[in-house]
């Protein structure tokens, strides 16, 4: 087995094929045929409808697909009674509708996502305006991204930074078994 150094994984499914891609682009689902450092097209006929296991078994892959679709379907759900209900009417509605991938959804308003704040900017921030991590990490979500990206440029902040990431690589090895 070789390990490859990638940014993303990014999954598909294209007509009978599960593609797998590991990338190295600026987003999950946003990567160049450039930003490509491997890819797995695993097509439905390469491999047999029913495998075996050690013991004899025998496993269904299509089985294994659908188990897990309804899981995915269903992971919005809260508490194990109301997921069993929403997996029970996606199953439903795959036998109903046959071969539609997904039902139409209604638009519905998303919460803002918070925004996201580096970590070593953040404790650079709290070091040297005396403040916690989180409170700084409070602050930099509120501010653009011109301001955050001024305040990541400014000398005190990169030497700062300079400063913990050579202490976080001291610590790389660090044991945090004791704190479980």
Not at 105 to 122: G, I, M, Q, R, Y
């Amino acid at each position: 087995m070789n390990k490859i150094d990638a940014k993303w994984i990014h999954y598909a499914v294209n007509g009978q094929a599960a593609v797998i891609t590991a990338h190295n682009g600026e987003k999950r689902s946003e990567f160049g045929q450039e930003d490509v450092v491997g890819q797995i097209v695993a097509n439905v006929d390469d491999v047999a409808d029913v495998l075996q296991t050690a013991g004899g078994e025998e496993k269904s892959l299509k089985a294994y697909g659908i188990n897990s679709l309804l899981q995915d379907r269903s992971s919005q759900a809260s508490g194990q009674g109301e997921k069993f209900a929403y997996m029970q009417a996606e199953w439903e509605r795959l036998c109903s509708e046959g071969a539609l991938w997904s039902a139409t959804k209604e638009a519905t308003v998303k919460a803002p996502k918070a925004p996201k704040v580096d970590s070593l900017l953040a404790a650079a921030i709290a070091e040297l305006k005396g403040v916690s991590v989180t409170v700084a990490t409070v602050m930099l979500g509120k501010l653009d991204k011109e301001r955050v990206a001024a305040l990541q440029a400014s000398e005190a902040v990169q030497t700062k930074i300079k400063e913990l990431r050579a202490a976080a690589e001291e610590a790389e090895g660090m044991d945090l078994s004791d704190l479980l």
